[in-house]
């Protein structure tokens, strides 16, 4: 298990001191699209974990091998390098379809390939489940909220998205990701669920993605500047990869089809997140300020109460203790095993 821990696993937060959801029902088949991905690779270690047969489909253009590669040799792991927008035939029970790039560096790198993911990726995945009768779970985000009128943004909240911006690639693909899985739901009976995460953050997520937790870790460990975007006024909520697992696989394994938002309330400005960067890395690191990129949303939170409702999850690991377990993850792999400068 050391091994696992370090691949970058997130140990023992990863089942929330409640019951094991696996306890429930063992042995089935999964699809984890994008399961070589920072999220879908935490997902596959719990699946596995509870006794599952996982399927990983992956086309590594923002996965790698190095997140799964500990389950190799094990029979009841399978990896297929496949990309979502062309078909596949699989016999499944469930399939949680997280295939997309998520951060926005590497969505905007290929907008067209990004909404062909969204659209037709889902799409095939949504026909999968309807001729095998699989349970499908849709990764969206509360991007669907683009810049938001309403704070903190509750379920039922249709959004401010701008259609032709830069950004419309990934948020209105996610939201006719969303109409799809709802068309499927109602017209062909295909048994659907909803996540709408908020930003998240942990082991293994890309070192150079561009989001703000991985720009800002990397750069103070490496001695360099952050750069605040903006004015750094903006505010995000941020949630460990662990606390969102948690939630994806209550919602499938729940009664409700959503959309559920999964994220953690705790709100921070880009300047107070850049502060939590100095306590626990570097007290001197430095700030540095640069231009924001364009549509960029100005505050996001999500409101939780129906997923505590609904399906009793809430976030347990707040910024300050998730911190640091990314830090040690991305102290490794800057510095190496050997630490030159691991400290
Ligand atoms: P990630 O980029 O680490 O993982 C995405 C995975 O999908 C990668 O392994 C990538 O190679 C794979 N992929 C991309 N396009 C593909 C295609 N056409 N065919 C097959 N595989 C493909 O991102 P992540 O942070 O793990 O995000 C996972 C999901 O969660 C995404 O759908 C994302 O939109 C959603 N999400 C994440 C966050 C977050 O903060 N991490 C927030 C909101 C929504
Ligand atoms: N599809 C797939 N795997 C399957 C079943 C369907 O990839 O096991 C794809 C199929 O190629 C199609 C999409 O899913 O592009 C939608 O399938 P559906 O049967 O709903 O629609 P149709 O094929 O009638 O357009
Ligand atoms: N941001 C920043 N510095 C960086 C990267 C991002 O200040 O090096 C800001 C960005 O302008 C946005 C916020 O951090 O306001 C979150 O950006 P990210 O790309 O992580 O995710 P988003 O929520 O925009 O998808």
């Known amino acids: ?16 001191g409640k019951i094991p959801l696996g306890l429930k029902r063992k042995g089935l088949r999964i699809v984890v699209t994008g399961g070589a991905g920072f999220v879908g690779s935490h997902l596959v270690d719990r699946l596995i974990q509870r006794g599952d047969s996982v399927i990983v489909v992956d086309n590594f253009f923002t996965g790698r091998k190095e997140n799964v590669m500990h389950h190799f040799g094990n ?24 295939a997309c790039p998520a951060s926005p560096v ?12 969204n659209v037709v990726g ?54 006719t990701a969303e109409t799809l899985t709802m068309d499927y739901h109602r017209g062909a009976g295909v048994e659907v669920r909803i996540a709408r995460i908020f930003n998240t953050y942990g082991p293994r ?12 870790v990397a750069q103070a ?7 605040v975007y903006g004015d750094g006024k903006q505010t995000r ?26 994220g953690n309330p705790g709100e921070f400005t880009m300047l107070e997140l850049a502060q939590v960067v100095q306590e ?39 910024l300050r203790k998730g911190l640091p377990m990314m830090v040690t993850d991305f102290r490794q792999r800057i510095f190496g095993d050997h630490k030159e400068d691991g400290g």
């Not at 298990?1 to 970058?8: K, V």
């Not at 985000?141 to 810049?147: C, L, M, N, Q």
Request: glycine share 8%.
């Open 1 to 16: 298990f050391s091994f696992q821990q370090n691949r970058g696993g997130i140990g023992s937060f990863s089942s929330g």
């Open 75 to 98: 029979p009841r792991f399978e990896l297929i390098r496949h990309d979502v927008v062309e078909p596949l035939l699989l016999e499944v029970d469930q399939i949680y379809h997280l």
């Open 106 to 117: 590497h969505y905007k790198h290929n907008p067209v390939k990004t909404i062909k993911t």
């Open 122 to 175: 889902t799409l095939n995945m949504l026909g999968l489940a309807k001729r095998v009768g699989a349970r499908f779970l849709l990764t969206s985000t509360s991007e669907v909220y683009g810049d938001p009128l309403q704070h903190p943004q509750v379920e039922t909240y249709w959004g401010n998205v701008n259609p032709i911006g830069v950004r419309s690639c990934y948020d209105e693909g996610k939201r």
């Open 205 to 216: 997520m890309c070192i150079d993605d561009g989001r703000v937790v991985s720009n800002f």
């Open 221 to 227: 460990l490496r001695k360099e500047p952050m750069t």
């Open 237 to 262: 909520s941020f949630q460990y990869v662990s606390d969102l697992v948690e939630g994806l696989m209550r919602l499938m394994e729940g009664e409700h089809v959503g959309p559920f938002n999964l």
């Open 280 to 318: 626990t890395i570097d007290p001197n690191a430095k700030i540095v300020f640069r231009p924001n990129t364009e549509d960029d949303p100005h505050k996001r939170k999500p409101d939780i109460n129906k997923a505590k409702d609904l399906l009793g999850w809430e976030p347990k690991v707040p």
